[in-house]
């Protein structure tokens, strides 16, 4: 596609996302308009090696002690159906972090592109939606619970199946909501870039979602555990 047609259906469809989470704000008021309730846990991230994306995140092994938040879309009770999400925060280098938000989807080559409601919190197939891109070219990312506590984290290039590259094992569950302020857009882990086009169409509505939040929450506290390579 002509790349000032993208730019422009991008700008278009993040002016669309930024209006309904407005809207959505002055409807219900809350800390956050979507997502409003959630749960936090630290978890471990451990990276098998293996892949060739050019991506240090998806090719090389390691393990990292990360955060994450399980949380339903428009925060319907359950077994109410709702859009389920899964937001991960991973070190980076220079003490910084990257973010990736996934939610509940298909699991097939065409259905992965699709939002899939379900009843429970960890149900389903977790995927980003839209792509990363890589030095080899565009890969997207899914996760599932595979039993217990422990999460499958899996990629995907453009129509094939989806590869396994790393576990993720929850942990500590904090004893409260915190309103971390995961966007994509601005950090991603090492080596995924995110397309321009990607940015204008969701950045908008996270700057307007946190707009819309109560200051001075304190951020959630995390105890001292080395990072392990």
Same mark, same amino acid.
Request: cysteine-free.
């Given at each position: 596609?002509?790349?000032?047609?993208?730019?422009?259906?991008?700008?278009?469809?993040?002016?669309?996302?930024?209006?309904?989470?407005?809207?959505?704000?002055?409807?219900?008021?809350?800390?956050?308009?979507?997502?409003?309730?959630?749960?936090?846990?630290?978890?471990?991230?451990?990276?098998?090696?293996?892949?060739?994306?050019?991506?240090?995140?998806?090719?090389?092994?390691?393990?990292?002690?990360?955060?994450?938040?399980?949380?339903?879309?428009?925060?319907?009770?359950?077994?109410?159906?709702?859009?389920?999400?899964?937001?991960?925060?991973?070190?980076?280098?220079?003490?910084?972090?990257?973010?990736? *938000?996934?939610?509940?989807?298909?699991?097939?080559? %065409? #259905?992965? +592109?699709?939002?899939?409601?379900? &009843?429970?919190? !960890? =149900?389903?197939?977790?995927?980003?939606?839209?792509?990363?891109?890589?030095?080899?070219?565009?890969?997207?990312?899914?996760?599932?619970?595979?039993?217990?506590?422990?999460?499958? *984290?899996?990629?995907?290039?453009?129509?094939?199946? %989806? #590869?396994? +590259?790393?576990?993720?094992?929850? &942990?500590?569950? !904090? =004893?409260?909501?915190?309103?971390?302020?995961?966007?994509?857009?601005?950090?991603?882990?090492?080596?995924?870039?995110?397309?321009?086009?990607?940015?204008?169409?969701?950045?908008?509505?996270?700057?307007?979602?946190?707009?819309?939040?109560?200051?001075?929450?304190?951020?959630?506290?995390?105890?001292?555990?080395?990072?392990?390579?």
């Amino acid at each position: 596609m002509n790349p000032a047609v993208t730019d422009s259906m991008a700008r278009a469809g993040g002016r669309v996302l930024q209006t309904a989470v407005s809207v959505l704000a002055h409807l219900r008021p809350a800390d956050k308009p979507l997502h409003p309730h959630g749960k936090v846990h630290l978890a471990m991230l451990r990276r098998h090696p293996g892949a060739t994306t050019g991506a240090a995140f998806l090719d090389e092994g390691g393990s990292d002690e990360v955060v994450v938040r399980l949380s339903r879309a428009v925060g319907l009770p359950e077994p109410v159906p709702d859009v389920n999400g899964l937001a991960l925060r991973v070190p980076t280098v220079r003490g910084e972090h990257g973010d990736l *938000l996934l939610a509940t989807t298909g699991h097939g080559r %065409w #259905t992965r +592109f699709l939002l899939a409601p379900r &009843t429970r919190l !960890s =149900d389903g197939f977790f995927s980003t939606l839209l792509p990363y891109r890589t030095p080899t070219g565009p890969v997207w990312l899914g996760a599932q619970l595979v039993g217990g506590a422990t999460w499958q *984290l899996v990629w995907a290039r453009p129509g094939t199946d %989806w #590869t396994p +590259f790393a576990t993720l094992e929850l &942990t500590i569950e !904090s =004893d409260r909501d915190p309103l971390l302020s995961f966007d994509p857009t601005r950090s991603t882990p090492p080596g995924l870039e995110i397309y321009e086009w990607h940015r204008r169409l969701r950045a908008p509505a996270y700057e307007t979602a946190r707009q819309s939040r109560t200051p001075g929450v304190r951020p959630l506290r995390r105890p001292e555990h080395p990072r392990h390579e």
